[in-house]
């Protein structure tokens, strides 16, 4: 659910989903358009899955960024 506040009148959308899991222990909110949140958060949360699988532990916070920062900014 989305709040936006426009001219001290509150709408909700409810269709829209900004805040994407990405681990147990880590979630992202998004900014922008859906369709690009929603890939790069669905690829993001396979690689740190696939990384939570290999190591058998949880995901730290800093690797998500790093991650996320090596796929935007190649």
């Known amino acids: 659910i989305l709040l936006y506040i ?3 009148t509150i709408a909700f959308l ?3 989903l900004k ?3 990405l681990s147990d222990n880590i979630y ?3 900014a922008g358009t859906s369709a690009d949140c929603d890939f790069q958060t669905r690829l993001l949360e396979s690689q740190l899955e696939l990384l939570r699988l290999n190591q058998d532990r ?3 916070v800093a690797t998500a960024v790093r ?3 090596q796929h935007l900014f190649r």
């Open 67 to 69: 991650k996320m920062q």
């Open 58 to 60: 949880q995901v730290r």
């Open 28 to 30: 992202a909110l998004g």
């Open 14 to 16: 409810i269709n829209i």
């Open 6 to 8: 426009i001219h001290r």
């Open 19 to 21: 805040i994407h899991r």
